[in-house]
């Protein structure tokens, strides 16, 4: 039990590590204006591909989060789902 604690009790520091640099980043200005462009640019285009890294990076997603990410990426991009979304245009 007690184990279990730390371990949480770790991972909530790693955590709030990220978010607490993160913040510093963008309080700074640091990736603002280059995240905004590049969220008009995903809106805009249809490169999802080659813009969802870009993400990746300016964000700081960890290896989990991007496994999890791309896994929900896979799972919307479907046949299936594409066929359902055409038919209800």
């Keep these: 039990a007690v184990r279990g604690q730390l371990e949480a009790t770790q991972k909530e520091v790693e955590a709030l590590k990220r978010v607490t640099l993160f913040d510093q980043k963008f309080t700074n200005g640091v990736n603002m204006e280059y995240l905004r462009n590049v969220l008009v640019k995903y809106i805009e285009t249809q490169d999802h591909e080659g813009l969802i890294p870009v993400f990746y990076t300016v964000l700081e ?15 919307m991009s479907s046949p299936w789902k594409k066929a359902v979304t055409s038919v209800f245009r």
């Design 61 to 75: 997603f960890t290896p989990q989060e991007k496994h999890r990410l791309e896994a929900a990426r896979v799972k």
